[in-house]
């Protein structure tokens, strides 16, 4: 599925949800393509996940990219285990406020790469918004 | 030269002394294997196929049986079937044993869809099942050719599974290390925060890759500590465990399904009692009180039940039934330990050949891995049953000191 997300050209709120499923620590961060600045961060309780929230109005963000970056760390998880941990890795990104309504993305497989031993995991999710 | 010479000798001599102790019972054969299925069949495979999804089981699994044309021969297979699946609902504490209490939760007002900070009490308990989602399943085949024991060709293939079915920890080391958790998910987030203000312009795999390249060389103090903190916490003896393993065996005569016997059945249950010898009211005050401490009593329980069709011909099998029962006290005082084991082994077809085992065991940690033992008492039988072993123990691995009955 193209990560594509239709927006109306209003003044409307769109809002995103980002669902995590990993055995490790996970933080997750919301921004726009090219800017220094983040939208949406998780709280470190949450271990990744963003409840539904706003991410800007529905005119502000057309013809952006948005992007959810996730760093995880897999301190503690067994060697054996570590490979596993990446192929299971759950990333749902979900959308709300579009013409389309709620629109799920999940992270793919060449989305994401292991690091550090494979004690590390990054994945981001790029979807781009358009009229 | 001369010096060289006297701890080579030293050295042979304390390793014959631990060759002719293996010719009784090992300290190992007594606790619930790493690997049952292997254990069962006294088999050390030189590489255990452990695929991590399913696809890669199945396509392991259909070339064995595919290059072997029938019932496979030599392989070894082990792997946790829940963690060939995504489960969306799982996370750090979960995973950890570590699950949300609803009554705090109930205590705490906040919006979902606030896009305010919100201030969520964090308060934790305990899941002592969690070691069940890793149920661990292993199979594995070794072929006999009628050169050797038996004047047939027998294929012999073994299943089994094992599990920790408790764990039980110290209640301070359960909140610190919920506190660690959310620790290093601060400092991940400001270090993942910098890396992605360096690679801000890129996309795709180009950007992952960056990101990634700048975490893993980041020097951040505050992370590289609570990353610590996170480990030393996990690390934390339980101050309860239990684990359990089954296995079964069937023996295939000239490989063929048709004449097929049941081989061997076993299975252990061992539970595990860790008492730190520093003061409840000391670890309340100072976590660190217990990560540092090295002074142990261990108490461990040990069933085992082991049945074979023992055969000289693969025509007429003779049932042997055997249950081992027993315990062992532990006193560990930093690399130092010693202990006294009794096992209590019963044979069911003769009921006056019941035996026991005790000994008395002396170890010292030389270095990570690496143990000097010396064991001395009764072992099993009534006859040629004293122990003597004296030597060097030597293992890889994150192999706890002074627990054989732990995992």
């Known amino acids: 599925m193209e990560n594509i997300y239709r927006l109306k050209k209003d003044n409307s709120e769109i809002k995103i949800k980002v669902k995590v ?111 | ?38 254990s069962l069949l006294d088999f050390a495979p030189k590489t255990i196929e452990s695929p991590g999804t399913i696809k890669a089981f199945t396509t392991s699994f259909v070339a064995t049986v595919a290059k072997a044309g029938g019932i496979p021969k030599n392989f070894a297979f082990e792997f946790s079937p829940y963690w060939f699946f995504k ?55 070794v072929f006999k050719d009628s050169s050797k024991k038996l004047p047939v060709d027998v294929n012999y293939i073994a299943y089994a599974f094992r599990t920790n079915i408790i764990n039980l920890r110290n209640k301070n080391a359960v909140n610190k290390l919920t506190e660690s958790i959310l620790s290093v998910n601060s400092a991940l987030q400001k270090v993942q925060s910098e ?31 609570t990353r610590k903190n996170f480990m030393d916490y996990l690390m934390i003896r339980p101050v309860f465990s239990a684990d359990i393993a089954f296995a079964s065996s069937t023996a295939f005569g000239n490989n063929s399904i048709s004449n097929s016997k049941s081989y061997r059945t076993g299975g252990w249950i061992t539970l595990a009692y860790n008492q730190p010898l520093v003061s409840a009211k000391k670890v309340k005050e100072n976590i660190s009180n217990l990560i540092e401490c090295k002074n142990y009593v261990n108490a461990f329980f040990l069933f085992r039940i082991l049945k074979e069709n023992a055969t000289n011909d693969f025509k007429i099998f003779t049932k042997k039934n055997m249950i081992d029962l027993g315990g062992r006290i532990e006193f560990e005082f930093d690399k130092f330990s010693f202990s006294i084991e009794s096992i209590k082994r019963m044979d069911n077809n003769k009921k006056g050949m019941n035996t026991s085992r005790t000994v008395g065991i002396i170890q010292y940690k030389i270095w990570k891995d690496f143990f000097l033992l010396g064991t001395f008492g009764k072992d099993f039988s009534e ?12 293992g890889f691995g994150e192999n706890a000191l002074n627990t054989p009955f732990n995992k």
């Open chain 2, 383 to 394: 006859i040629n049953n004293l122990v003597t072993l004296f030597g060097f123990n030597w």
């Open chain 2, 195 to 225: 890396a992605r203000k360096k690679c801000k312009d890129l996309g795709g795999r180009e950007r992952i890759k960056c990101i990634g390249e700048e975490i893993t060389k980041s020097k951040d103090s505050v992370l590289k500590a």
């Open chain 2, 87 to 141: 489960h969306p609902n799982m996370d750090i504490y979960k995973y950890h044993g570590l699950i949300v209490d609803p009554v705090s939760l109930n205590e705490v007002s906040f919006t979902e869809e606030d896009n305010a900070p919100v201030k969520k009490i964090f308060n934790l308990k305990q899941n002592i099942f969690y070691g069940l989602r890793s149920t661990n399943l292993s199979f594995g085949s």
């Open chain 1, 21 to 131: 499923g990993t055995i490790g620590n996970a933080s997750t961060i919301v921004s726009e393509k090219g800017a220094v600045g983040e939208i949406l961060k998780s709280r470190p309780e949450d271990n990744g996940n963003i409840n539904k929230r706003k991410l800007g109005l529905s005119d502000e963000l057309i013809n952006t990219t948005i992007i959810a970056d996730l760093a995880i760390l897999l301190d503690g998880v067994p060697k054996n285990q570590l490979d596993q941990a990446f192929e299971n890795l759950f990333v749902r990104v979900t959308l709300f406020g579009g013409p389309d309504g709620e629109q799920s993305f999940d992270i793919g497989p060449g989305e994401k790469l292991q690091f550090n031993d494979k004690k590390l995991i990054v994945a981001a999710k790029e979807i781009k918004m358009i009229p």
């Open chain 2, 1 to 38: 030269m001369m010096m060289r010479h006297i701890i080579l000798h030293s050295f042979l001599g304390l390793l014959g002394f631990n060759a002719f102790g293996q010719k009784t019972t090992e300290l190992a054969d007594l606790k619930v294997p790493v690997s049952p299925a292997f």
